[in-house]
């Protein structure tokens, strides 16, 4: 109990560690960072790469591979974790809620063990780096879905500790359920099957595909930078 108590502590601290910064300019970004409209480019181009180089009779497979990785994560989250454990989130922990910084007021719901962003992020951030098998584009997603966690924190919506759990969540579901399309397309000989080189990664993809990808992934932080630049607290 008295180690619990510690470990809970302990995560009160690292989170006030990370969460806020009392300034403008980056609230504005985690603000931005956080609505779904910017990320709809990026969504466009994970489509175009999975249409680009999975071949057509596995296409829908890979889509649903990717909704099931997202309705996991997510229901494990809400309707199993938050209504089992109902840990408060920083915002509404009575030990800490008046030294948490908020965004325009942003609060989240009560509960907030563990974290469903985490879980996702990781989880499509996993699955996705188990199909390209490239490392520019394993540390580019990784990256993404860290980022896309800790801004939680940020936020004061998520302690450390519920993003540390929804991330190990999301990375075992992402690579439980890309092992199930591996099982399902162990032994279809339509497989595209390329050499690591310049041209394909590991698994077949084309760099130059990859490349439009990570283009647009960094772009659209480039985007979120400017209009936190522009609006600075407004956005």
């Known amino acids: 109990m008295i180690e619990a108590q510690g470990l809970i502590e302990t995560d009160r601290l690292a989170t006030l560690s990370v969460n806020g910064s009392g300034s403008l300019f980056w609230d504005s970004v985690a603000n931005i960072y956080t609505t779904v409209i910017v990320w709809i480019p990026l969504a466009l181009a994970a489509i175009f790469l999975i249409i680009k180089n999975i071949e057509s009779r596995r296409i829908l497979l890979v889509l649903l591979m990717i909704a099931v990785t997202i309705v996991i994560c997510d229901q494990l989250s809400s309707s199993v974790f938050k209504p089992l454990f109902h840990r408060l989130r920083p915002t509404r922990d009575p030990y800490i809620l008046n030294m948490v910084d908020t965004v325009n007021g942003y609060r989240g719901g009560f509960y907030g063990f563990f974290s469903g962003h985490a879980a996702n992020s990781f989880g499509l951030a996993t699955l996705f780096m188990w199909l390209v098998k490239d490392k520019w584009f394993n540390m580019a997603v990784f990256s993404w879905a860290l980022i896309n966690s800790l801004i939680r924190v940020y936020l004061g919506v998520h302690f450390v500790g519920d993003i540390l759990v929804g991330a190990v969540v999301g990375t075992l579901i992402g690579s439980f359920l890309y092992w199930i399309y591996n099982l399902i397309t162990r ?16 698994s077949g993809f084309m760099r130059s595909d990859v490349f439009v990808f990570l283009c647009v992934l960094f772009g659209t932080y480039a985007v979120i930078l400017i209009g936190s630049c522009i609006t600075p607290g407004i956005a």
């Open 187 to 202: 032994n279809d000989k339509s497989r595209k099957k390329h050499d690591s080189s310049i041209l394909y990664t590991r």
